[in-house]
């Protein structure tokens, strides 16, 4: 416990250019310098001022607050208050949900940790209903158990738990060796009675971790009295926060990971109650800000958004500054960078505004925050000591935002108890008090007052996709917003998968990369098939629902011409149509026009084999493809290439022998240490641009990746080409041949075809601990069906 510095307190920030020197309450003046825009925001030491500095309920049009009262999460990253956001010390019989009275100035409780199981538990966010009679809530008992779903009446009656662990999770917890399986978080009432919230009950794990422990939670629904649990969404790696739109849509945090940084993407979606019409809200095309977590719909307006800019990592509950969102002004329009020179923040063609621009994230130097000094200097501090910090913002107006904020600037962002207090910022920067505790920091305001219930939306789906697990696209014109892309230039796409990866894929085989790539995609993709484009541009095809399913649009050689970053979950028996390539701020889908499109008058195309993939032609015959580079590849290489660019004085240097290194081989590594398969999208550093991999998100015009760029390809195609002066190399290969290794190029430098099986070299001897381990199954193939599968197949066991 400290001596009370939470009392009320009035705060001023300057955020309008033209506006005079700022006056804080109790401090003075700070100067202003509109000579540089960069430092016209001086950062504010939060100020002492008298009790008449409160907020009026009569001004706010509401008297009470329901919040939370606990410590700070104790996670390391953005996603993992799941994981160690709970760290023992955090688990108090006083943790609690209250109420604050703002004409009384008075706190009552409505349950405490003491109240649930365990008796000190941790409770995490709420949900209030619609009629603000009920919360809802996740908790965790204690360290060894998971998160559950609670709810309570806001009077403090009516306790009961309403989602249980799923009924085989014994023989889960038995299986993985942890002490709990499930967790189930961020619960959200729904207009229909049900209740949608994220869940790990997908087994999704993240991409980079060393074992299934970092799991990647989904958005899940169920009734409201917890029956009828089911997946909603299926992407690869978290989502978080769900909250229902005015129209009745639900708005929700999404990471994105489709050839882009790890440190980038961190999305907002939003979507119907039953998850079908997945759209993008913001940030798919954003690297300014690494993360916009916990979004809020501003008051009468679905286009406007209040969250929080925080980093990837450190963490303790995604903590940063609060950011207002315009999605008129673009969905994949970029975000501030207080770096560059021209940075002006309050500037109305941004789609992105920094409230509180005294702290922001730089991507280039995570992990921590920036700070600007009432000196004008920014200062870079990963434990949060040199500045303040903001969360959990709530609108109370189109002007006004409750939020959680790190009052004192040198408390530690997550190891102070009492460091958060609940403050009123606006748009002009003035920060009010509205209320703190002396033992513990207050989190997620939310005023107590009804909702008008939004619509209930009801979607119809075609039974016969459904019965099938499909969806139906229809695209009228996929010319449309490609830059230098001609009418009739597009023939194919090809439909892939972001492949997630379950529980089931845990790496049981020694110390070996978790990467199915070298510095590229931690993740492996799939192709479904291809399927026609038609001479106007339009398309009308089947796509497997329940899935991550991106596009590539092909020319007439199944190259790539422009690929789709980001996916799409389709679901079961849903029709979606969209207009065009609208990978750009200014694009977007449209309805579909007067004129019917040509792929419109034929029954929809089912996803076909690529000419390279037919029996006729030495192929399987399946529409379904795993790309993996060495069976897919080296047998290329070493039948019409080695000779030249073998071990021995190889031709330009260049090996492409097969020898295993302790990840890929020597060919994979000569090909993407020198980038030769076109530019590498990084998930975190590339060979050639360092450190692009955490900024890589911002859009890309098309025949910027793959083929396209590939000196490989160039090489192997074009006569012309100077290596071809004395040796031609363009007829090396037969058009199966270079069908097969232009479907890699265009596959971000993938080697491993799926997460199952043993990658060490060390098992490409026997394993004396299994002997029915046989060394024909190192770096294994597997086939369609075991790369997408949920569970791993008996070889990877």
Known sequence: MRNSTRTPTVVSALFLLALAPIVLSGIGSWPVDTANAREVVRLPMIAQASPEATVDPDELGFEEIIFVKRKPYSSDHYYTDINNGTSPDRFLPENAICIFN???????????????????????????????????????????????????????????????????????????????????????????????????????????????????????????????????????????????????????????????????????????????????????????????????????????????????????????????????????????????????????????????????????????????????????????????????????SDREFLVSLKVDPTDHYKNVADAYSLYLVDTEGNHRFVHADDELSCWHPTPLVPRRVPPAIETVRNPEYAASDQALCILSNISRGMQGVEPGEVKWLRINEAVPRYWDTGRRWGSSLSSSSWKAALWPRVQWGIVPVEEDGSAHFLVPANRSIFFQALDENFREIQRERTYVNYAPGEVRSCTGCHGQAAHTASALGSVTPLALTRAPSTPQPQPCDLVENGGDGRAGQVIHYPTDIQPIFNAKCVSCHGKSEPAGGLKLTDEATLYYNTSYEELARRELAGPIIPEFTSFLHGDRGNYNGAYLPPRSLGCAKSTLIDVLTNSTHPKNAEDDHSRMLTERELMILSRWVDANYQFYGGYYGRHHPQWVNPDPGKPSYKPADFRRKPTFDEAISFFAPEWHR
């Open 102 to 396: 703002l004409r009384t100035q008075s706190e009552r409780t409505v349950i405490t940790a003491a109240d649930l199981p365990g008796g000190k538990g941790f409770i995490g966010k709420i949900g209030l209903s619609f009629d603000a009679k009920k919360v809802i809530l996740d908790f965790r008992q204690d360290p060894g158990s998971g998160f559950r779903i609670w709810e309570v009446n806001t009077d403090g009656t009516g306790l009961r738990q309403i989602l249980f662990p799923p009924e085989d999770e014994a023989d889960k917890v038995a299986r993985w060796g942890r002490p709990w399986h499930t967790d189930d978080i961020h619960p959200c009432y729904l207009p229909d009675g049900k209740i949608i919230f994220s869940s790990t009950r997908c087994e999704h794990t993240v991409l980079c971790g060393g074992s299934a422990a970092l799991v990647a939670p989904g958005l899940h629904r169920m009734d409201a009295d917890g029956t009828n649990v089911e997946q909603i969404t299926h992407s690869p790696v978290s989502e978080f926060c769900p909250v229902v739109l005015g129209d009745g849509r639900v708005m929700y945090h999404r990471w994105e990971y489709i050839d882009k940084g790890a440190r980038v993407g961190k999305t907002i979606w939003s979507m119907n109650p039953d998850g079908t019409a997945p759209r993008e809200r913001y940030g798919v095309a954003d690297d300014t800000t690494t993360v916009y977590m916990y979004p809020q719909a501003v008051p009468g307006s679905d286009d406007r958004l209040v969250c929080v800019g925080t980093c990837h990592f450190p963490q303790g509950g995604c903590l940063g500054a609060i950011m207002l969102i315009d999605f008129k002004k673009g969905v994949r329009a970029r975000g501030p960078d207080p770096d560059e020179a021209d940075y002006v923040q309050w500037d109305e063609r941004n789609a992105v505004t920094n409230l509180t621009p005294h702290v922001f994230v730089e991507r280039r130097t995570e992990p921590g925050w920036h700070f600007l000094t009432k000196e004008g200097r920014h200062v870079h501090d990963r434990n949060g000591q040199q500045g303040h910090l903001y969360t959990h913002p709530y609108p109370v």
